[in-house]
């Protein structure tokens, strides 16, 4: 072990032993380390700084390091001194010496343990794929912390450095535009919020839209000359890929920031945005939760997304309650004033109670696959929830917060009962609602007599009264109605016959299919 030592004026000064190339010169260092101060002081640890000087110039000059009998004996800086004698080592590079070899043994092992568990997570992910699992479960389950998810982005920022040229089908990517620009924020303090990602690689592109509440995702194939990634602004591309000639469209971008759009004899050349500058779509870690028929789903949505609060202040209410038990989906829509109610059987895999944003709902709505019959599968925890169906995926972030004990205001019993034609009903409270406008509004009087309905209506615009048979039971009862809160429920309830229950003039009404206990 070298012993470094520091060298202050006064021990240059006491240097008075030389070690040349004389055989008798070397008498003097063996005498000198012979003394009893010089082993006590080596046994302590101290050093010793050993010099050869040229015998032409007279110029010290380092002596290489050397064993002479039992000690080391090396130069440590260089200063023109031959040798110095009873020179203490200096404690402080000893200390630095030895926490600089800690840090590095602690580095070591710790690339060497993450390296192992590298090793350990790829056989896991190799086994589960051997055993057929989809390549994203086998993913997640090998790498559950996320190791995944920094390698891709390395990757990815890899791919943005090369220019993107793809040639595909016009009216595939014109779909997929109007799809993922649902989730795209039309007017941002963040330009890159307003655009759509196009990520080329394979044979397939990707479209990524982001709002950094919602994200939705789909691919198409395409002809993928060259790999890459570039952002365009989605109005922009959406109008000029729908107004293209149909055939197929070709789009290369260019190290200047700008991308070229060509179909035919008709080019357009916009402006890009940096790839890079786009937020990731965050890592839900949501798990499978719910399997479910499109129309099942598509139906349970219309008839309660009319009833979603739009009061920011309750922003509970501003999202639909998803009720996922293990036999029974139940929805749940409400405002203060109406609520909305839907029950289905299903068999679920995970028990859970989440509330999803009404424009998450209204979007997955509209993507949903025309085939009644195909499966839309559902996955949630309590931040995320994921929607897959039709060739899109839809993450939207959950509404925190509590939702409204919706049993505690749903009347028990009824003393009026009343079965009418749905639609005669709404033709009747169109016409009573033509002298109702937004300055001059008045509530419907409707009254439920024996064998038929009288609906009244007076503003300063005039006075109408209008009536149809139907079949009431129990007591006649006169009720005060919002037009356009019973014209949405009547309109939503998609049935040729509804039954009102009533229990009072100012007890809420039950509005109900003669079959089922849908609200």
Excluded at 82 to 92: F, G, M, R, T, V
Excluded at 154 to 176: F, G, H, V, W
Excluded at 268 to 296: H, R
Aim: glycine share 6%; proline share 4%.
């Amino acid at each position: 072990v070298a012993i470094y030592i520091r060298l202050s004026k006064e021990d240059v000064d006491r240097g008075n032993v030389v070690y040349d190339s004389y055989p008798n010169h070397n008498n003097q260092i063996e005498n000198h380390l012979n003394r009893p101060e010089v082993q006590k002081a080596i046994k302590h640890g101290n050093g010793y700084d050993v010099r050869r000087t040229s015998e032409t110039t007279g110029v010290p000059y380092f002596y290489s390091a050397t064993r002479y009998k039992d000690y080391i004996v090396r130069s440590a800086l260089p200063y023109n001194v031959s040798l110095i004698n009873n020179l203490q080592a200096d404690p402080h590079y000893l200390w630095f010496t030895i926490i600089v070899t800690l840090l590095l043994m602690i580095i070591f092992y710790k690339f060497t343990n993450k390296l192992g568990t590298s090793i350990s997570q790829l056989r896991e992910f190799a086994m589960r794929a051997d055993r057929n699992e989809p390549i994203e479960m086998a993913m997640q389950s090998a790498f559950p912390h996320n190791e995944l998810g920094e390698i891709s982005k390395l990757e990815s920022k890899i791919r943005r450095d090369a220019q993107l040229n793809i040639i595909c089908d016009k009216t595939l990517l014109s779909a997929a535009i109007d799809g993922v620009s649902k989730a795209v924020t039309l007017r941002s303090t963040i330009p890159v919020l307003e655009g759509i990602l196009l990520k080329a690689e394979g044979f397939q592109l990707t479209l990524t839209g982001y709002d950094l509440e919602m994200g939705i995702v789909t691919t198409i194939d395409a002809n993928v000359k060259e790999p890459g990634e570039v952002v365009l602004n989605a109005k922009l591309l959406s109008s000029m890929v729908s107004r293209m000639p149909s055939g197929q469209i070709n789009i290369q971008s260019a190290e200047n920031g700008k991308t070229t759009i060509q179909s035919g004899v008709a080019q357009f050349e916009i402006q890009s945005m940096n790839p890079t500058d786009v937020p990731e779509l965050p890592n839900t870690g949501a798990e499978e939760t719910l399997n479910i028929k499109t129309g099942v789903l598509r139906d349970m949505i219309e008839r309660t997304l009319y009833a979603v609060s739009q009061d920011e202040k309750k922003p509970a209410h501003t999202g639909e309650l998803f009720e996922i038990s293990p036999d029974k989906l139940t929805v749940v829509a409400l405002d203060g004033y109406r609520l909305a109610i839907v029950e289905r059987p299903v068999e679920a895999i995970k028990e859970i109670r989440i509330i999803v944003p009404s424009k998450t709902m209204n979007e997955v709505s509209h993507l949903l696959a025309n085939d009644d019959e195909e499966t839309v599968h559902i996955s949630a925890n309590r931040r995320y929830v994921v929607f897959t169906t039709a060739g899109y995926t839809i993450m939207s972030r959950l509404i925190e917060g509590e939702f409204l004990n919706y049993h505690n205001v749903i009347p028990n019993g009824s003393r009026t009962s009343v079965v009418l034609d749905t639609k005669e009903f709404i033709e009747t409270i169109e016409r009573a609602s033509l002298i109702i406008t937004e300055r001059l509004k008045n509530p419907l009087r409707i009254s439920f007599t024996e064998g038929k309905v009288v609906v009244r209506c007076q503003t300063n615009l005039g006075r109408v009264v209008d009536e149809f048979n139907a079949q009431c039971e129990g007591d006649e009862v006169e009720i005060g109605f919002n037009n356009r809160y019973l014209l949405d429920a009547l309109r939503n309830a998609r049935t040729e016959q509804v039954k009102l229950e009533i229990s009072g003039p100012l007890s809420p009404v039950k509005v109900l299919p003669t079959e089922g206990s849908d609200f």
